[in-house]
């Protein structure tokens, strides 16, 4: 079965600093998509950023960006210059090629400290 | 362009009762797609339309659960009776095709909560 397992239920980050939240997953399929997606606080969830797990080179979007090994089956997510708007529950999830429905990892909250 | 749009925001309602969640799509998003998070767990896949049609209805735990599209524009999602275990939050969200580059557009969800 695919399952996405994001181990750090909490984090916590000063203003400014950068802060990685990790996520692994399971999966037999070679060519799927992987997303880091926010939910700020009684707001709609977001995407942050995409990984086509063809492409070799690791997206980033601004201050936002994955290190996606695949052979680890690893896809952190960095965040530069943490900002108090960056304070969410951020979600990592998984799309096998083909499949319509995201697997998703139970949730990382993260806080940004002033 | 109006985003996905869930109510109520927040339910509470006794065991045994009946709570329908409803979901407005942004308009001309074929696909709609509700989802649920059980307290601290993983957000879990529901079901997805097509329209107004059931593609993929693997993840309805059981058949307390009715959704349906009438129209193919806004979905309801019924829970009758509601248990204890129903208690989440419930998020709608709504894609314009199935190619993951069109992305999903998500609502801010409904929390459930049965008491």
């Known amino acids: 079965a695919q399952t996405v397992t994001q181990s750090q239920p909490e984090m916590s980050v000063q203003e400014a600093e950068t802060v990685t939240l990790s996520c692994t997953y399971d999966?037999?399929?070679?060519?799927?998509?992987l997303f880091w997606y926010k939910q700020p606080p009684s707001r709609q969830m977001i995407l942050v950023i995409r990984?086509?797990?063809?492409?070799?080179q690791n997206a980033t979007e601004n201050r936002f960006s994955v290190n996606f090994q695949k052979a680890a089956k690893s896809f952190s997510l960095k965040i530069s210059d943490s900002q108090l708007g960056d304070a969410a529950m951020y979600f990592c999830?998984?799309?096998?090629?083909?499949?319509?429905?995201?697997?998703f990892g139970q949730g990382t909250r993260l806080t940004i400290n002033p | 362009e109006a985003g996905v749009t869930q109510f109520p925001s927040h339910s509470v309602i006794e065991k045994g009762q009946t709570v329908t969640l409803r979901c407005d799509p942004i308009?001309?998003?074929?696909?709609l797609y509700w989802y649920r998070r059980v307290m601290g767990k993983e957000i879990k896949f529901l079901l997805h339309?097509?329209?107004?049609?059931?593609?993929?209805e693997s993840g309805m735990p059981n058949n307390r659960f009715l959704a349906e599209r009438t129209g193919g524009t806004y979905s309801t999602l019924k829970v009758q009776p509601a248990e204890l275990e129903d208690s989440g939050v419930y998020f709608c969200?709504?894609?314009?095709?199935?190619?993951?580059?069109?992305?999903?557009?998500f609502g801010s969800g409904t929390r459930l909560t049965v008491v």
């Open positions: 969200a709504s894609s314009l095709g199935t190619d993951p580059n069109y992305g999903y557009t």
């Open positions: 999966t037999s399929e070679s060519d799927y998509y």
């Open positions: 990984q086509e797990a063809y492409k070799q």
């Open positions: 999830a998984y799309r096998p090629k083909g499949a319509q429905k995201l697997v």
């Open positions: 308009s001309g998003h074929d696909n």
């Open positions: 339309f097509v329209k107004e049609s059931k593609q993929d």
